[in-house]
T-cell receptor
Framework: EAQVTQNPRYLITVTGKKLTVTCSQN?????MSWYRQDPGLGLRQIYY???????DKGDVPEGYKVSRKEKRNFPLILESPSPNQTSLYFC?????????????FGAGSRLTVL | GENVEQHPSTLSVQEGDSAVIKCTYS??????FPWYKQELGKRPQLIID?????GEKKDQRIAVTLNKTAKHFSLHITETQPEDSAVYFC????????????FGKGTSLLVTP
């Protein structure tokens, strides 16, 4: 089944404790992206990747890192989480070229930073 | 960069009525306009999209219209049903640049029986 898989789905952590949210897709998509969703603010892009070893900042990159060492994986790293990073995170992927922009989203990862 | 504004932020309709959600965008180069539906506790999913070479697209009870001159596009849902209750997001981008999809803030639609 074609899908985007995120882990963990739920996480409660404390300020300053490094964490990684993994994202994997099995559709051979070139584009991958991370969004955070907060009430009243919609979906805001954190980072995106156009292909392996190519990453770029979105609208709200502060406090986050990403890497794209393999086409299928795009982990989101919070080096020193803070309470303002409490949010619902979505990973998404899409094809390049014709058919691009049709995002397939993961199920979401709800992160709470105490 | 592209700025997408979406209205209203909440919308309540009675079952069977129509619902209309409107979005405006700022970048005249944008040529791809999708709509995503997010049910409670679920992930956003594409329900319909339109490209700038057409003015309207329909899929059963949903339709999207685009006015490129005015830089606005709308989602129309007819004969609403309770299962249409969800948050709807519009977005705009330049085609074939999947990374640059700019979303509106969302509209929470409630369809009451």
């Amino acid at each position: 089944e074609a899908q985007v898989t995120q882990n963990p789905r739920y996480l409660i952590t404390v300020t300053g404790k490094k964490l990684t949210v993994t994202c994997s897709q099995n559709m051979n998509h070139e584009y991958m992206s991370w969004y955070r969703q907060d009430p009243g603010l919609g979906l805001r892009q954190i980072y995106y990747s156009m292909n392996v070893e190519v990453t770029d900042k979105g609208d709200v990159p502060e406090g986050y890192k990403v890497s794209r060492k393999e086409k299928r994986n795009f982990p989101l790293i919070l080096e020193s989480p803070s309470p303002n990073q409490t949010s619902l995170y979505f990973c998404a992927s899409s094809l390049k070229g014709h058919g691009a922009n049709v995002l397939t989203f993961g199920a979401g990862s709800r992160l709470t930073v105490l | 960069g592209e700025n997408v504004e979406q209205h209203p932020s909440t919308l309540s309709v009675q079952e069977g009525d129509s619902a209309v959600i409107k979005c405006t965008y700022s970048d005249s180069a944008s040529n791809y306009f999708p709509w995503y539906k997010q049910e409670l506790g679920k992930r956003p999913q594409l329900i319909i999209d339109i490209r700038s070479n057409v003015g309207e697209k329909k899929d059963q009870r949903i339709a999207v219209t685009l006015n490129k001159t005015a830089k606005h596009f709308s989602l129309h849902i007819t004969e609403t049903q309770p299962e249409d209750s969800a948050v709807y997001f519009c977005a705009a981008s330049i085609s074939n640049s999947g990374y640059a999809l700019n979303f509106g803030k969302g509209t929470s639609l409630l369809v009451t029986p």
